[in-house]
């Protein structure tokens, strides 16, 4: 673990000031309880952690993927595993119930998507198009297309 600091000041006697570090063995730094205090006061209890989880050998290495890959590797999941993957944390709940997931899901699933069922999938949500049975889908696209169309006429 390397810790670098630089004093900042509009002092003359400090301008030539070479930055400060501490370098520690994984080990040692466990055992640095005044090393973990100044990381803690500047970076927060969650970096503290996530310190001390890397000192240990614990990776996450599905906090360190991007959302969008994260989406690309989900979209793959059964639903199930998709409502109990939503439950691990707040991260991969807002990513399972996310608009980007189930538009990915819905066009694995569908062989086309229409301009309608788009429109539709945007006033309703990607999630709630994939869970409403078909017929309750095409009685919805001809309502918006009924209410386009007298919306047009009274506009003539």
């Known amino acids: 673990v390397i810790f670098r600091w630089w004093k900042i000041s509009l002092r003359s006697e400090y301008r030539s000031a070479k930055p400060g570090e501490a370098k520690d063995t994984h080990e040692e730094f466990l055992e640095n309880s005044h090393l973990q205090v100044q990381i803690a006061l500047i970076f927060g209890a969650r970096v503290l952690d ?29 639903l199930e595993d998709i409502a109990r993957l939503s439950q691990t944390s707040r991260r991969f709940a807002k990513l399972c119930m996310s608009d980007e997931l189930w538009e990915k899901i819905v066009h694995s699933c569908c062989d086309t998507i229409t301009p309608d069922m788009r429109a539709l999938a945007k006033d309703m949500g990607w999630r709630q198009m994939f869970f409403t049975n078909k017929l ?5 696209i001809r309502k918006r297309k009924q209410k386009q169309g007298s919306h047009r006429t009274s506009h003539l």
């Open 50 to 78: 996530y310190v001390f989880n890397l000192c240990e050998g614990k990776f996450d290495f599905l906090e360190r993927l991007s959302d969008n890959l994260l989406l690309s590797i989900i979209s793959y999941l059964d």
């Open 136 to 140: 309750q889908l095409q009685r919805q």
